[in-house]
Structure formats: C-alpha cells, structure tokens
C-alpha cells in the first residue's frame, strides 16, 4: 500500500450528500451497467422527466412505464425505480440509514430490487461516508489487489479481508486508493 499511496498522491476520496438519498439511490439503478456518457445520458432524461435535479419518490411514482422507457430505461431499471419507490413509501428508512450500522443499512438497502450489497457498499461509503467498508465483490479493488500483491489469480474475499484488516478503520480510503492505482473512477 505504501507504493500505491506515494504514486497515486494526496487523497481526494469525497462523499457527495447533494440531493436527498432517494435520488442518490434512483442515480446508482440508472447508472447499472452502463457506461459512463451513456448513463449520464439517460439520467439527465430521467431527471428531466421527473421535473428535477434530485428526483423525489413523488415525482418518479408519478411517471409511467412508457415514460420512463422513453428516457432511456430497460423494463427492468423501471421495475427496479418502482420497487424503490413502492419501498420508500411504506416507510424504507433513508433518512435515518445514517444511524444504522454498516450491516443493517446494508440489508435495509438490499432488500430493495436491483440494489445489491455492492450497490449498499457504495452507499456507505460515497453517500453516508462511513469510512470502513471493503467492497471485497468489486472487480476494480480485487484487481487492485491482485496487481499490487502479484497474485496470479484474482483474490478471494477472505484473502482481502485478511490483507486490509491493517487498514481498520479506514479500509474505504483505502479502497479510494486502490481504484485509483487502477486509474479507475470511483463508483460513488
């Protein structure tokens, strides 16, 4: 780690809290698998349609499939918005997640369709700013990994979490680093 600190520099890992959570979360489904301008694309639409920059549940409730569609979104990602919506209206805590535990906000997040643990990690650390998550499914940090310890093979979860227990309690800065050693955007 001492490498990857000295060639990637200063650190600039930053939480982006503009916007209320709904619209973070609603961003985080647009943007699944898509690349980058592509995303941004569709998103722009989205928000367009909803009326506003940081979409409310509100506003996305109102909108139908077809409208939706028509900005750029799979059947799914609607089904996917939907759930979310349907969620934060019976009472999802998104406002509260913050006083939650990494594990109970990661559940609470995950039980909503196409918001995964990595999707909830991502959350913790570039929305709440909780500062000791390791995302061991995400593809950029187990490359890193791999190329900063010279596996040969990607690294198991175990493994990574035995190699970044001395990070505690700053693995997510930690993992800022090793998606940069990668030359790799940040997911948040």
């Known amino acids: 780690m001492a490498r990857?600190?000295?060639?990637v520099g200063p650190c600039r890992y930053r939480v982006h809290r503009a916007g209320p959570p709904f619209a973070y979360l609603a961003a985080a489904i647009v943007h699944q698998q898509l690349a980058g301008a592509a995303a941004a694309t569709i998103h722009r639409r989205f928000c367009a349609l909803a009326g506003r920059r940081h979409p409310r549940a509100e506003d996305v409730a109102r909108l139908s499939d077809a409208e939706l569609r028509g900005a750029g979104l799979s059947r799914q990602k609607v089904g996917y918005?939907?759930?979310l919506v349907a969620r934060v209206q019976d009472g999802l805590p998104l406002g509260r997640l913050g006083r939650l535990s990494d594990e109970a906000a990661i559940e609470a997040l995950s039980a909503v369709?196409?918001?995964g643990r990595w999707t909830a990690e991502m959350y913790l650390m570039f929305r709440l700013g909780?500062?000791?998550v390791l995302p061991v499914g995400d593809l950029g940090i187990r490359r890193a990994m791999q190329k900063a310890w010279r596996r040969r093979e990607l690294p198991d979860p175990d493994w990574m979490r035995g190699a970044a227990e001395p990070w505690r309690p700053y693995r997510s800065v930690a993992c800022w680093y090793l998606w940069q050693s990668l030359d790799v955007r940040t997911p948040g």
């Not at 990857?4 to 060639?7: N, V």
Request: no cysteine; aromatic share 0%; net charge positive.
């Open 130 to 132: 909780r500062p000791d």
């Open 4 to 7: 990857i600190l000295r060639d």
């Open 81 to 83: 918005l939907r759930d």
């Open 113 to 115: 369709k196409g918001v």
